[in-house]
């Protein structure tokens, strides 16, 4: 071990001035990686080597093999999906995190694990704006977060399947426009795809309230189990924002759990101009935020709130001999509200973070984010060659060529072929739509006016 610190204290001094030159220079990388399926396997040996090498010939390989088929997800051209950023105080903390290779399963495995996750998730509550009631626990994704809402919906409608299992008359409601990951969790959990009702939207892209209680009130007459709704605070496509209020009228109607997913967009609820988009969230049963999508933090971190912390347990609580401990009523193990048994230090990076940058730090990126794409908007409402294809609220701007989907993929192509930028795609009222999402800490005005130009000049061409 002694050999290898010395060996990690001359490599890591230079791992990490790498990093900050990547970090400064990430332009110089195409965005998108251009490399062939399969290139990376083929230039890397297929078996592992018998004896060890130096830090130097691993790091030569990492830089002419690897990073040429790295899509650059921290380059500022990157607005496609949903743009995030690994910002360099938490990438600091995902270092610590990594040394300390702390793992929270109990509280006494590490206390600081557990305590900083209250913390954190306890401030990260407080500038969202919720009630303090939200219990805070983090998963790895919003897919993972997402799966524990449904199956704590079950458990609190249907208590009986914690032994019995899934029963099949259990139904979940989400809107067309939610993303896979809930209909994911409704498979995983044994609820069925069949049992997923997928209710239409309306020009805005937002969950129909008056179209849920129809089907609502078609289940029951059938005989079903309405259990879960699932509301969306900026959807993946549009990041259009379901009328929560109303849903959570719907949900206590009928004693439905409802699950809010504002996995991008929660976020923006940090500024006050913003915070209308979490109306009526303080009513729901769960709500999901992904500080890796936007709010700096290298992935992965999903915040997952719950003001009803008593159902997860009844859902998860399952303590062998070997991981009995406590009795103090301060004592939290968090192995008995999720699945996850063993716990990454992730709270640290996000504290890191929220230290570094402060509440004002953090809302000035995200209103120079959305004002940016606000005026990209402009941009394309002015140019008759182009439609804005939905409302654009927040820092996705969805929009196409007046032309065939063909045109539309062509110009995509064109523009992520140039190695400047790197945009995604969707599909909404059947037809192929462009989508610039603006979310990266080193993107700059001068990029998003640069990619319009680019994208004219495509079209022109
Ligand atoms: N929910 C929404 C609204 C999303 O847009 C996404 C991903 O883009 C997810 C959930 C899934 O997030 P994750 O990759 O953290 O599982």
């Known amino acids: 071990m002694s050999d290898c610190i010395g060996d990690f204290r001359r490599a890591g001094h230079q791992a990490v001035d790498w990093i900050a030159g990547y970090l400064e220079s990430v332009r110089q990388y195409p965005v998108v990686s251009r490399v062939r399926p399969g290139e990376l396997v083929d230039a890397l040996p297929s078996t592992a080597p018998e004896q060890g090498e130096g830090f130097a010939a691993i790091f030569e390989d990492f830089e002419k093999l690897i990073l040429p088929a790295v899509t650059h997800w921290n380059h500022p051209g990157f607005m496609a999906y949903f743009a995030c950023t690994g910002s360099p105080p938490a990438i600091l903390a995902e270092m610590l995190a990594a040394a300390l290779n702390a ?58 399947t914690r032994e019995a299992g899934a029963s099949p ?18 498979i995983a959990l044994g609820v069925g795809q069949r049992n997923v009702r997928k209710i239409p939207v309306d020009a805005g892209f937002r969950l129909r309230p008056e179209l849920l209680v129809e089907a609502i009130e078609q289940d029951l007459a059938a005989g079903c189990r309405p259990f879960c709704v699932v509301a969306t605070v900026g959807t993946t496509s549009t990041t259009s924002i379901d009328p929560v209020p109303a849903l959570a009228d719907i949900a206590d109607r009928y004693g439905l759990w409802l699950h809010v997913d504002a996995a991008y967009a929660g976020a923006a609820a940090i500024l006050p101009e913003f915070r209308w988009i979490f109306d009526g969230v303080a009513r729901a049963h769960s709500l999901v935020v992904n500080p890796h999508k936007w709010l700096f933090t290298p992935i992965d971190l999903s915040a997952f709130y719950s003001r009803r912390p008593d159902v997860l347990r009844r859902a998860f ?14 004592e939290l193990n968090y192995m008995d509200y999720g699945i996850p048994l063993g716990r990454r230090f992730r709270a640290l990076k996000l504290w890191f973070l929220m230290r570094y940058f402060g509440r004002e730090g953090i809302r000035r990126a995200l209103r120079a984010h959305i004002e940016w794409a606000q005026e990209f908007a402009r941009w394309v409402d002015a140019d008759a ?13 969805c929009f196409r060529y007046r032309g065939s989907d063909d045109d539309n993929l062509r ?31 080193g993107t700059a005005r001068d990029d998003v006016r640069e990619v319009w130009e680019m994208i004219r000049q495509a079209a022109t061409a």
């Open 385 to 397: 060659r182009f439609e804005r294809v939905a409302p654009a609220p927040l820092s996705v701007v």
């Open 317 to 330: 609580s399952l303590v062998p001999e070997y991981l009995r401990s406590g009795g103090d009523p301060r």
């Open 103 to 160: 793992n929270g399963i109990l509280w006494k495995t590490s206390p600081a694990v557990t305590e900083l996750e209250q913390v954190t998730l306890a401030w990260l509550r407080q500038w969202l704006g919720l009630p303090e009631e939200f219990f805070g626990i983090i998963f790895d994704t919003a897919s993972v977060s997402s799966l524990h809402a449904i199956a704590a919906a079950r458990a609190m409608v249907a208590p009986e």
């Open 411 to 441: 110009l995509l192509e064109e523009i992520n072929a140039s190695g400047k930028f790197f945009l995604s795609h969707t599909a909404l009222n059947g037809r192929i739509v462009l989508r610039l999402a603006v979310g990266n800490l």
């Open 169 to 186: 008359d259990l139904v979940l409601y989400t809107s067309e426009q939610a993303h896979s990951s809930i209909e994911k969790g409704a």
